[in-house]
């Protein structure tokens, strides 16, 4: 699995805690790509490699990032340090390291006032509707995004009413 990371062109940042949460974030990767939106991927810790991890959330905006997707399992504190170091958006992506992903779950959302982070659902699936969002978000002020976005909505929707066809036929 490659992954181009540092494009001068990201404009989201996808950081996970370690290399195990690879195959999880790589959803959000592939719905990112598919909308022709560049992204920076990175394996840093809030833990283990701090200070890396703080030089590149404060120099994110001036990178040309726009929204941060941080994936982490068990303490799960890594949307929560880059939310509390940008006005940036961040989503956070709980992941199942232990207890089902529930530990990873509730520390991704019990963040305090103040220092939202915008937390998805456990696992491949919320990383997946993590670039979703991002994308949203992004197509507030992107008329190229918005449009290729409700295009995906709208294939999404087609793929569902053609199973519902296929069913009663």
């Keep these: 699995m490659t992954i181009n990371t540092n494009d ?16 999880a974030m790589q959803a959000a990767v592939d719905i990112l790509k598919a909308h022709d939106v560049p992204c920076d991927v990175r394996i840093l810790s809030a833990h283990r490699t701090p200070m ?4 590149y959330v404060s120099g994110a905006a001036s990178r040309g990032i726009q929204v941060l997707i941080c994936g982490a399992g068990m ?13 940036l958006p961040v989503i956070g992506v709980p992941l199942n390291a232990s207890l089902g992903g529930l530990d ?3 520390a991704t959302v019990q963040m305090p006032p103040g220092v939202p982070v915008a937390t998805v659902s456990v696992g491949k699936a919320g990383a997946k ?3 979703w969002l991002a994308l949203r978000i992004m197509a507030l ?24 066809a296929g069913l009663r036929d």
């Design 8 to 23: 001068q062109n990201s404009r989201v940042g996808i950081v996970m805690g370690s290399k195990s949460d690879l195959p």
């Design 104 to 106: 990873a779950l509730l």
């Design 75 to 87: 303490a799960a504190h890594l949307a929560g340090a880059f939310a509390g170091r940008t006005l």
């Design 52 to 55: 890396e991890a703080d030089e």
């Design 141 to 164: 002020s992107d008329p190229q995004i918005r449009e290729a976005l409700a295009e995906s909505v709208r294939a999404m929707s087609q793929a569902v009413l053609d199973a519902d």
């Design 129 to 131: 509707n993590a670039a």
